[in-house]
T-cell receptor
Framework: SAVISQKPSRDICQRGTSLTIQCQVD?????MFWYRQQPGQSLTLIAT?????????ESGFVIDKFPISRPNLTFSTLTVSNMSPEDSSIYLC????????FGQGTRLTVV | GDSVTQMEGPVTLSEEAFLTINCTYT??????LFWYVQYPGEGLQLLLKATKADDKGSNKGFEATYRKETTSFHLEKGSVQVSDSAVYFC????????????FGSGTRLQVQP
């Protein structure tokens, strides 16, 4: 199994600012992902966080808006840049070893 | 690309009723299939999974069978409890190198006493 600590758990931010979300795993994992869950909707993959190289982004998501760092096999950050109210969502970190595990999520409200 | 279609919610049932939440998928090859549950205020938890055709995943009284011929993975429980009230997500893990999960839209289940 894998235990994921994600923080902050929630935040309320002003539009135009940026927020960095941290994801810490209790073991080394190769595969780490960031998802977004918009209000009342399902999870959408933002990107795969690659250790030591640039993240791989899904269609509709770009590095300038969602920069991701992955300095080692247990840690990653996702930044939501230049926020607008449309960015209000839950952001989740996920890792894959024998199965997929998820962090508790960061509930972001942009005002 | 891969996709998952779930029945729309919310589903409202009385305690001890039978539950079915339909899930169908589109994917190349033979994906692994999952049901995740999200209880109010909590994170996503794996409920059950199946990795090949005709496999049955089961946990906490819930079951789902991987049906290749109908590309389905319907979730069932014979007798629901109030504590089963949650959002249920069907998901698949692709076979073409993309290891991230593709999720269905989620189905909210409300069980009334």
């Amino acid at each position: 199994s894998a235990v994921i600590s994600q923080k902050p758990s929630r935040d309320i931010c002003q539009r135009g600012t940026s927020l960095t979300i941290q994801c810490q795993v209790d073991s080394q994992v190769t595969m780490m992902f960031w998802y977004r869950q918009q209000p009342g909707q399902s999870l959408t993959l933002i990107a795969t966080a690659n250790q030591g190289s640039e993240a791989t982004y899904e269609s509709g998501f770009v590095i300038d808006k969602f920069p991701i760092s992955r300095p080692n096999l247990t840690f990653s950050t996702l930044t939501v840049s230049n926020m607008s109210p449309e960015d209000s969502s839950i952001y989740l970190c996920s890792v894959l070893n024998t199965e997929a595990f998820f962090g508790q999520g960061t509930r972001l409200t942009v005002v | 690309g891969d996709s998952v279609t779930q029945m729309e919610g919310p589903v409202t049932l009385s305690e001890e009723a039978f539950l079915t939440i339909n899930c169908t998928y589109t994917a190349t090859g033979y994906p692994s299939l999952f049901w995740y549950v999200q209880y109010p205020g909590e994170g996503l938890q794996l409920l059950l999974k199946a990795t090949k055709a005709d496999d049955k995943g089961s946990n906490k009284g819930f079951e789902a069978t991987y049906r290749k011929e109908t590309t389905s993975f319907h979730l069932e429980k014979g007798s629901v409890q109030v504590s089963d009230s949650a959002v249920y997500f069907c998901a698949l893990s692709g076979t073409t190198g993309r290891r991230a999960l593709t999720f269905g839209s989620g189905t909210r289940l409300q069980v009334q006493p």
